[in-house]
């Protein structure tokens, strides 16, 4: 199998409650028995809302993953938290499946990617820190989160399940090769690897302006998601976090702007990777 096929590997869709589904996927890390998770979400009820959309690499089995759990028909939201392609990959799909679903995003997403995507503006609901939406036996309560890598970035946080959607927040790599089963809670994480995860994506692959962060006032950010008392923590590149080990996992992140910068893989790590691979 080529190389480039094995970057990616479907698993089944995690249900995490009743009405939280987590839809899962991963890519392997170069040169290391690593990967990052790449995930999305279904809540179903009243008004079902899929939240973020996967990777455009991953297309058919995201879609077969999500229309088990959601008829198209029936889905009510699309919630897009950021552009990255992660995150987008499957919105035109979706959006044209899903004829009676309304985008929630922000403006400033639909402003750095209407180059790419042609948003359909009368089926869009611009939402911004702060906000809520009621769908129907819940509400979405809309939130900026502690760290981010575009000024599109929102999260949302399920009143009724009590399911926090962190988006990039709390994102590592976690172990894992080909064919191996994925990690499916932190708590089956070494506590120190997961730090270390968290502390490296968090700085080199997320974040960097965080090391220049005020620290007070960053770890202040971080204590008004942990004061939301969530039942879990879902994001797009972690296991989830359940509640008994959020304030872990809160602790960790509000160290970040005052964590020592980790060393970040340079032109030294590509040349061993492309030796290794025989390039």
């Known amino acids: 199998m080529p190389a480039e096929e094995l970057r990616f590997e479907h698993h089944p869709f995690q249900r995490i409650g009743p009405d939280v589904h987590l839809i899962q996927d991963v890519q392997f890390a170069l040169g290391q028995p690593l990967c990052v998770p790449i995930n999305s979400a279904v809540l179903t009820g009243q008004e079902p809302v899929i939240i973020d959309t996967g990777s455009p690499r991953n297309r058919r089995q995201w879609l077969d993953d999500v229309f088990s759990i959601v008829e198209p028909e029936d889905v009510r939201w699309v919630f897009v938290s950021h552009e990255d392609a992660d995150h987008t990959g499957n919105l035109e799909t979706v959006m044209a499946r899903c004829p009676n679903a309304t985008l929630l995003c922000s403006w400033a997403l639909v402003e750095r990617f209407s180059c790419v995507y042609d948003f359909p503006l009368h089926r869009c609901r611009w939402v911004a820190d702060g906000d809520t939406v009621d769908i129907g036996d819940r ?8 760290i981010f ?52 994506f968090g700085i080199h692959g997320l974040a960097p302006w965080v090391s220049m962060a005020d620290p007070c006032r960053f770890a202040a950010n971080v204590t008004t998601l942990q004061r939301l008392d969530p039942s879990v923590v879902l994001t797009g ?8 080990r959020v304030d872990e996992a809160c602790e960790i992140l509000g160290s970040l702007a005052e964590a020592p910068v980790p060393p970040c893989p340079d032109q030294s790590v590509l040349d061993l990777i492309l030796a290794a691979m025989g390039d």
């Open 237 to 244: 590149h972690s296991p989830p976090i359940h509640a008994n």
């Open 139 to 146: 509400q979405l309560a809309v939130l900026r989160p502690p």
């Open 149 to 200: 890598d575009s000024p599109s970035t929102l999260s949302v946080f399920d009143t009724r399940s009590r399911m926090m959607w962190a988006t990039d927040t709390f994102a590592t790599a976690i172990p894992g090769t080909p064919g191996s089963a994925l990690t499916q809670d932190v708590r089956e994480l070494d506590q120190q690897a997961w730090r270390d995860g968290m502390t490296l």
